[in-house]
Each structure stands twice: as structure tokens, then as C-alpha cells.
């Protein structure tokens, strides 16, 4: 048998050998071919050279003939120096195609020479790597024989003890794997039954999250809506009220008028005015009980204004306050505005630009509609003009009365009768 092996291995190693040297053949053949394709473009190449500078010579012959006609004896002159140099240029180019065939003659034995060479140092290494094989492999063949022999000697002696062995490791595989999935199936089976009862669980989660936001939202749609129905209610009597105080007061409307100009007259929006005040006109209301006094506490955001004030934090979402009434009033020194919220408010006065002041009510809620509308003072003649509120209900609380003036004019800020007053022109 290793006989065998050995020619049918020599045998391959022939058939390699062959293959190999009619591969190295071919490749020869083709290098040949080539470079005998590129000895043909070069040879046409130079052939088109030749006739195109033979046709640019005949062509530069037939101007130099045109031009002899008229200067006969340059002509000559001419055609002998150029017959010396077409002579000269010719035999350079002579010398020059001998050199460059000269030159492709060597370069094409020397490529010969060294193709030569490489195919024999090939074939050199290619024998000599193949015997080097041959002979390890050979040698390793017999070590491995070798080794095989006592291996199977083992092998037998303990070919025995291991087949029981084995018979009993598959015993205790089989056992333990019956066991394992028996385990497995369980496991999943309980998994099985928790994901089905945390989906029951999300489910009715979902699902009473779904009522409690409709819920809700049918609560907050009620609450409007009833909020809505007592806003409408109160305008309502407001606008009774309204349409009943000017129809008591259209016989002395020309009266109060002509007394407008006098100390003391005012105009308000909001509740009635308190008892030490003079009698106010506007826009009416509904009256207000004052009680205790209100307290009024400056109040400023840090960077703001230029009355001065405080930078703690204020909670305005609450709307603890609660504006009533806004009035400006003539006196005898210029005029005043005054604002009376319920439970005292927090506030801040500020100038904007030269005609105008913005009182701002922090926390503070406008009580009716008469309070949200501008109040028009010039009926007084007075330096406040107009009184624009500004009431905020969303985020936070807050009530800004935008106060226009005539004319700049210096302010003084005082508390009386529980409302804030600004005395505005009063020296």
C-alpha cells in the first residue's frame, strides 16, 4: 500500500511538473507574442512617420517651387542651403534609426537572457522544492506510521473500559436531559402564565387610566361650562344694574358734567367709593364692604423698574388677591388713581417712557368686567388721561394698569381708606 501511495504520488507530482511547465510555456509564447505586436506598432508607426514627413516635404517643395518664380536667384540659394540641410538632417536621421535598432536589438537579447535565466532558476527551485517536500513528507509519513502503531496498541487496550464507559456517561446524559427539559417546559409554562397575567394587569391599568382621564376631562368640561353660565350671569346683572344706574342718572347726566371741572370729581370702574371719598361717576358696579384695611407691600423683580422694590420669590398661581375698583379722582394740587383689592396685593410702579406709568398687581385677580375695561379720565381734564388694564389668568395671576399721562409728572405713592393711591402733579 505505501508503494501505491508513493507512485501515485510521484505520479501527481509529474502531472504538477507538466502543467506547470506548459503554463510557463504559454506565458513565454505570450510575452513573444507581444513583443512581436510591438515590434509591428513600432515598425508602423515609423512607416507613418515617414510618409507624413515625406507628404510635409513634398508639400514644403511645392511653396519653396511657388516662391522661385519670384525670386529665381534666392531660390537657388535657397534650395542649395536646404538640399545641405535636408542631406545633413537625413543622415542624422539615419544615425539615429541604426542607434535606436541597435538599441532594440540589445534590449531584446537582454530580456532574452534574463527570461532565460528566470525560467531555469525557476525550474531549479521548483525541482528543489519539491524533492525538499518529498522527502519531509516522506519522513513525516514514517514518523506518523510509527506513532499510529503504538496509538492503536493503546488504543485497544483501552478501547474496552472506555466503550463502557461511554455507555454509561450517555445513561446519565439521557437521564439529566429528560430532566433538564422536563425543568425547561415548566419554566416556560410559568413564564407563559406571568406575561399573561402582566398583560391582564397592563390592560386594566390602560383601561381605568382611559375612565379616569375621561373622567376628568368630562369634570374640567363641566366646570367650565358652569363657570362660563356664572360669568354670563353676573354680566347679565351687571348690565341691568348698568342700564339702570344710567337711566337714574341721564336727568342730572348735563349737572354732573358742568361740575366735572370742580375738586373732587372722579371717575371709577369697580364698587362704589368709600364713605370719606367724594361721589365718584363711571362706569357703576356692584358696592363693596371694605372691613379691615387692606395692606399694600412693594414688590419688584430683581433687575426691574426704577422705583426701587425687592427680588425674593412670589407664587402667583394662587390669585389670593382680588382687584375691585380703580378710580381717578381731581384734587386741589392735580389729580390721583387709586385701586382697592380685596385682601391687599402685593405691587410694583414703573415708568414707561415719559407718558405713562405701569402699576402691576402680583397674584391678583380682576373681580367683574368693569375693572378689565379702560377707564377714561379726560373728562376731568386732569394729567391722567386713561387707565388700560391688563389682566393675566393663565399662567399666573397678575393685573397690569397702564396709566397714560399728559405730560411727565412726578409721583407719590400713599395708602388711605384701604385702597393705594398715586398722586400724580401733587408737588
Keep these: 500500500k505505501r508503494k501505491a501511495d508513493d507512485e501515485k504520488k510521484a505520479a501527481l507530482e ?13 506565458a513565454e509564447a505570450k510575452r513573444k507574442a507581444d513583443d512581436e505586436k510591438k515590434a509591428a506598432l513600432e515598425k508602423k508607426r515609423q512607416e507613418e512617420e515617414a510618409a ?5 516635404e513634398k508639400k514644403r517643395k511645392a511653396d519653396e517651387d511657388k516662391k522661385a518664380a519670384f525670386e529665381k536667384k534666392r531660390q537657388e540659394e535657397e534650395a542649395a542651403r536646404l538640399a545641405a540641410l535636408e542631406k545633413k538632417r537625413k543622415a542624422d536621421e539615419d544615425k539615429k534609426a541604426a542607434f535606436e535598432r541597435k538599441r532594440q536589438e540589445e534590449e531584446a537579447a537582454r530580456l532574452a537572457a534574463l527570461e532565460k535565466k528566470r525560467q531555469e532558476d525557476e525550474q531549479a527551485r521548483v525541482a528543489a522544492a519539491a524533492e525538499k517536500a518529498r522527502r519531509e ?40 436531559a429528560r430532566a433538564e427539559a ?50 354670563d350671569e353676573r354680566e ?92 381717578v379722582q381731581r384734587t386741589v394740587d392735580g389729580s390721583r388713581v387709586g385701586v382697592l383689592v ?52 393663565d399662567v399666573r395671576f397678575r393685573v397690569e394698569l397702564t396709566i397714560e399721562l399728559r405730560d411727565q409728572a412726578p409721583v407719590r405713592i400713599g395708602q388711605s381708606e384701604g385702597m393705594l393711591w398715586l398722586d400724580v402733579g401733587n408737588g
Design 52 to 56: 507624413r514627413l515625406a507628404a510635409l
Design 137 to 176: 513528507e516522506e519522513q513525516a509519513r514514517l514518523a506518523l506510521e510509527k506513532q499510529r502503531q503504538a496509538d492503536e496498541a493503546k488504543r485497544k487496550a483501552a478501547h474496552e473500559a472506555e466503550e463502557r464507559a461511554a455507555q454509561l456517561r450517555r445513561q446519565e446524559d439521557e437521564a439529566r
Design 236 to 327: 347679565r346683572a351687571e348690565e341691568r344694574a348698568r342700564a339702570e344706574e344710567q337711566a337714574r342718572r341721564a336727568a342730572d347726566e348735563r349737572a354732573r358734567l358742568a361740575t366735572a371741572k370742580g375738586a373732587g370729581a372722579a371717575v371709577s370702574s369697580g364698587g362704589a367709593a368709600p364713605a370719606q371719598q367724594p361721589l365718584a361717576y363711571g362706569f357703576g358696579g356692584k358696592s363693596i364692604d371694605i372691613g379691615p384695611s387692606a395692606h399694600y407691600q412693594r414688590y419688584q423683580p430683581s433687575g426691574e423698574g426704577d422705583f426701587g422694590g425687592g427680588d425674593d420669590e412670589l407664587d402667583e398661581t394662587e390669585g389670593a388677591s382680588v382687584l375691585s375698583k380703580v378710580t
Design 342 to 393: 380685596d385682601g391687599g396685593a402685593r405691587y410694583d410702579l414703573r415708568r414707561k417712557g415719559k407718558s405713562q406709568l405701569v402699576l402691576t398687581l402680583f397674584d391678583t385677580r380682576a373681580d367683574n368686567l368693569n375693572v378689565r375695561r379702560v377707564l377714561d379720565a379726560r373728562a376731568l381734564d386732569t394729567a391722567v388721561v386713561r387707565v388700560l388694564p391688563t389682566v393675566e389668568e
Design 14 to 26: 509529474k502531472k504538477r511538473q507538466e502543467e506547470e511547465a506548459a503554463r510557463l510555456a504559454a
Design 182 to 231: 422536563d425543568a425547561k417546559a415548566e419554566r416556560e409554562r410559568e413564564a407563559a402564565r406571568r406575561l399573561e397575567e402582566e398583560k391582564r394587569q397592563q390592560a386594566l391599568l390602560a383601561e381605568r387610566k382611559a375612565q379616569e382621564a375621561k373622567r376628568q376631562a368630562e369634570d374640567a368640561a363641566r366646570r367650565r361650562a358652569e363657570e362660563q353660565a356664572r360669568a
